[in-house]
């Protein structure tokens, strides 16, 4: 047995360099090895070592909305005027065969043999002929005197009034009642006794805020 050792120790002291330098070469090699390993494994994550890598940005979910979210559509603030609409009468007696001016100078009255003011524009038709409201408005009151026959008054809004004297008895119409532009109010006559001598006529008033105006204002005569 001791001899045995012996020959062990002999062939390691003469062949202690070989081993040595055999250990040293399977150092590097294995260290070479792993080199080569992990160089792969890069290359297998970056196929390009040499191009950065880029990240994908991040995109909004709703990309094809160009608008800014915090843009929102304003009404339009722009003020309006408001516009006007000029009250135009249509011809309380559409053929009459006359027209009797209206004046606030005094003028004769035949029937009452004097000199008087007269507020209104008489319409001559022979009696019976339809008078017609001149606007939209409401039946204000319809009145009958022995001295100036049935009157009504229509009411226009915003003051406006027209007043329709000398008809006939018997009118159709109501206080309270919606009448438009057109409506028979009711015809022709010879009531007004305070102008009998004229013969058959409307006697026409217009009142703003309850002044009396001239009817001309509002009606086209050159109609007639």
């Given at each position: 047995m001791k001899e045995t050792e012996n020959k062990?120790?002999?062939?390691?002291?003469?062949?202690?360099?070989?081993?040595?330098?055999?250990?040293?070469i399977l150092a590097i090699g294995?260290?070479?090895?792993?080199?080569?390993?992990?160089?792969?494994?890069?290359?297998?994550?970056?196929?390009?070592?040499d191009s950065p890598s880029i990240e994908s940005p991040d995109?909004?979910?709703?990309?094809?909305?160009?608008?800014?979210?915090?843009?929102?559509?304003k009404p339009d603030d722009t003020p309006t005027s408001p516009v006007d609409t000029p009250v135009v009468f249509v011809m309380p007696v559409e053929t009459p065969t006359t027209v009797g001016e209206y004046s606030e100078s005094m003028v004769w009255n035949s029937t009452l043999g004097r000199f008087s003011a007269h507020l209104a524009i008489d319409f001559f038709a022979n009696e019976g002929t339809d008078v017609l409201c001149v606007y939209d408005g409401v039946v204000k009151s319809v009145d009958s005197s022995l001295l100036k026959g049935t009157t009504i008054v229509i009411d226009h809004g915003d003051g406006l009034e027209t007043v329709y004297n000398s008809l006939a008895d018997g009118e159709s119409v109501f206080v309270g009642q919606a009448v438009s532009q057109g409506t028979k109010l009711g015809s022709v006559s010879v009531t007004?006794?305070?102008?009998?001598?004229?013969?058959?006529?409307?006697?026409?008033e217009v009142l703003e805020n309850g002044v009396n105006v001239d009817p001309s204002k509002y009606l086209v005569l050159d109609e007639k």
């Amino acid at each position: 047995m001791k001899e045995t050792e012996n020959k062990f120790l002999n062939f390691m002291r003469k062949n202690a360099v070989y081993l040595i330098l055999t250990l040293c070469i399977l150092a590097i090699g294995t260290s070479v090895a792993l080199m080569l390993v992990n160089r792969q494994n890069q290359l297998d994550a970056n196929p390009n070592p040499d191009s950065p890598s880029i990240e994908s940005p991040d995109v909004p979910s709703d990309s094809t909305d160009d608008t800014p979210s915090d843009v929102v559509d304003k009404p339009d603030d722009t003020p309006t005027s408001p516009v006007d609409t000029p009250v135009v009468f249509v011809m309380p007696v559409e053929t009459p065969t006359t027209v009797g001016e209206y004046s606030e100078s005094m003028v004769w009255n035949s029937t009452l043999g004097r000199f008087s003011a007269h507020l209104a524009i008489d319409f001559f038709a022979n009696e019976g002929t339809d008078v017609l409201c001149v606007y939209d408005g409401v039946v204000k009151s319809v009145d009958s005197s022995l001295l100036k026959g049935t009157t009504i008054v229509i009411d226009h809004g915003d003051g406006l009034e027209t007043v329709y004297n000398s008809l006939a008895d018997g009118e159709s119409v109501f206080v309270g009642q919606a009448v438009s532009q057109g409506t028979k109010l009711g015809s022709v006559s010879v009531t007004n006794r305070q102008e009998a001598g004229d013969g058959a006529h409307l006697h026409f008033e217009v009142l703003e805020n309850g002044v009396n105006v001239d009817p001309s204002k509002y009606l086209v005569l050159d109609e007639k």
